[in-house]
């Protein structure tokens, strides 16, 4: 009885902590976004043609831009805490619906590289723990720093020019292919061609840490009591390695992988702006360019929660899993 109150306890203070910092964000960015330069009412009169005071105060008025900085806080944080994120005054139509819109596939490219990112940082690490110390341990060491320092924006242009322009191998941009009249399958095999550059370009970074750390794991494990016995039963170096080492290697790694996975969507952002695909990273990229404050601060809220909320997901699974952590936390 006691485990499950102390679990009930640290769940409790997880989510209390996490609703505090989701409050602290909202406030934060919403004086960062106020802060920077440009006038959001002078962007829309430039694009409709008319940049008179009075066209510019009516804007200012309709959105409550004239209104002082603490009241308009007060006011977004009232609408916030009903679920309203606002109303883009640029494109006229909520932020939730804009939102709502492209959320689907930037969790499409982000789930798609993080999968990605598992399966060739797991395989690549397996790899350069078996044959430690050897020519294949230094190639992948070295490739996973070389990726690591990369950055992804420049490793994204340098696919478009291999892969797409002179190889003519994978689209260039978007999402998929413009009026093509496709349905069914077919939709989904152009949706998937579009998926394949941004998503192996954004999992890059994450093969390399993930490879990194399954190499440690596993040749902090293989040196443990029962992997001796394993190997003195006469089990098989491959049934070792699958079943004993790697099995257990694979805690850290995945533990990493929950953490980091909220982040994903924030390193989309760049990812979405190089390859032209519709996902709040350009919609973030979008609201910048013409000063839409209330969506930019719709995204950032949006994408601040997903990672707050896989770290508190993360954290409550490991107290499911492991009472210590409850009692001790």
């Given at each position: ?104 596939q930037t969790l499409l490219l982000t ?219």
């Amino acid at each position: 009885m006691t485990g499950v109150l102390a679990r009930v306890a640290f769940v409790s203070r997880r989510l209390v902590k996490a609703i505090v910092v989701i409050f602290a964000i909202i406030v934060l960015n919403f004086f960062l976004v106020r802060m920077t330069p440009g006038d959001p009412a002078l962007v829309i009169a430039g694009e409709a043609g008319a940049a008179d005071q009075k066209f510019m105060d009516d804007l200012r008025h309709e959105f409550g831009l004239d209104q002082p900085l603490w009241k308009q806080l007060a006011v977004y944080l009232g609408h916030v805490a009903q679920g309203d994120l606002g109303f883009s005054y640029r494109q006229r139509l909520p932020v939730t619906q804009l939102i709502a819109d492209r959320l689907p596939q930037t969790l499409l490219l982000t789930g798609t590289a993080m999968a990605i990112a598992l399966a060739l940082g797991i395989a690549f690490g397996t790899m350069a723990a078996m044959y430690a110390g050897r020519m294949a341990d230094t190639m992948i060491t070295v490739l996973a720093l070389l990726v690591f320092a990369t950055p992804s924006f420049w490793l994204g242009l340098m696919a478009i020019l291999l892969f797409s322009v002179k190889l003519d191998w994978l689209p260039l941009f978007g999402m998929a292919t413009v009026d093509s009249g496709l349905h069914g399958l077919a939709l989904a095999a152009d949706i998937g061609r579009h998926l394949i550059l941004p998503a192996v370009t954004l999992g890059l970074f994450f093969v390399a840490i993930y490879a990194r750390l399954t190499r440690a794991a596993m040749l902090e494990v293989r040196e443990l009591d029962f992997v001796r016995t394993a190997r003195a039963k006469g089990l098989g170096e491959r049934r070792v390695v699958v079943r004993h080492i790697l099995r257990n290697a694979l805690l850290p790694v995945v533990s990493y992988a929950g953490l980091q996975a909220g982040y994903l969507v924030g390193g989309a952002v760049l990812i979405e702006t190089v390859f032209a695909w519709p996902g709040i990273g350009r919609l973030a990229y979008e609201a910048v360019v013409g000063r839409d404050y209330t969506v930019l601060l719709g995204v950032l809220i949006i994408t601040s929660i997903m990672v707050i909320a896989f770290n508190a997901l993360t954290d409550i699974v490991y107290v499911l899993v492991d009472p210590r952590i409850g009692s001790t936390g």
